[in-house]
């Protein structure tokens, strides 16, 4: 165990299954007949993000977190949609107390700060997605995250992207195992005035198409330039 501030312990909790509302610094705990009151002292005292996005089930997610790359690229994948976004940092004397923010973080994020906050550095041998959070977990009332949006895919298809206020939905899947299947035309819902995306406001917004598809076309190239490995085991039968 470090003693030293620059050098901090840090504990990693990565909780399966946690839906958005059930911690009572979400708006659940008692209210959902589960209380969490230590939890919620824990986000008071530090910074509560209302836009911490996962990859689509627990094992993508995992891989996401150890490797700081999206699935696609590692060939670990599965066919869950994700849930709800949420995550808390605490670091007394560095993180400051009592604050939200609906900035965009996403899981490949942590991989990157972790070991920024260390004092190591990211590998520079292949594509790394996460990017360092540390500056804007430090300082989230005057400091932007560095992320604009990502990718999100289940299994080898691009279900749908995200950028800033914004979500696109190649394929509409409201339902586990309920979908529609791929949309002739997507859908655009804008996350902040309608977080429960029912409305599909593409048609008054086709401008939110082009940074869209620059950030598709950048990472899709890439992926072609840093293929995912082949899956053995799935070449065995």
């Known amino acids: 165990m470090s003693s030293v501030p620059e050098t901090p312990n840090i504990i990693l909790i990565l909780a399966d299954n946690l839906g958005w509302g059930e911690l009572g610094c979400y708006g659940g705990g008692t209210l959902r007949g589960a209380p969490t009151p230590r939890i919620d002292t824990f986000a008071r005292e530090g910074l509560l993000l209302h836009n911490f996005n996962v990859e689509s089930d627990c094992v993508p997610t995992r891989s996401a977190l150890m490797t700081g790359r999206h699935p696609i690229r590692t060939g670990c994948l599965q066919s869950v949609p994700a849930g709800m976004p949420q995550g808390l940092i605490r670091w007394p004397g560095k993180v400051p107390e009592n604050e939200t923010s609906n900035q965009i973080v996403h899981v490949t ?11 190591g550095s990211a590998p520079i041998d292949r594509p790394i997605d996460g990017l360092d959070q540390t500056p804007f977990f430090k300082d989230p009332l005057n ?65 939110v198409l082009q940074p869209i598809s620059r950030m598709k076309a950048s990472f899709v190239k890439s992926l072609g330039e840093d293929p995912a490995p082949p899956d053995l085991l799935k070449e065995g039968f």
């Open 143 to 207: 400091t932007k995250s560095p992320r604009d949006g990502f990718l999100f895919y289940i299994k080898n298809d691009l279900r749908a992207v995200k950028w800033r206020d914004w979500k696109l939905h190649y394929f509409w899947e409201p339902k586990v195992n309920h979908g529609q299947g791929r949309l002739e035309s997507p859908y655009l819902f804008n996350t902040t005035r309608d977080p429960k995306e029912e409305t599909d406001v593409l048609a008054f917004n086709t401008w």
């Open 109 to 119: 994020d942590t991989f990157t700060t972790i070991i920024q906050m260390v004092g």
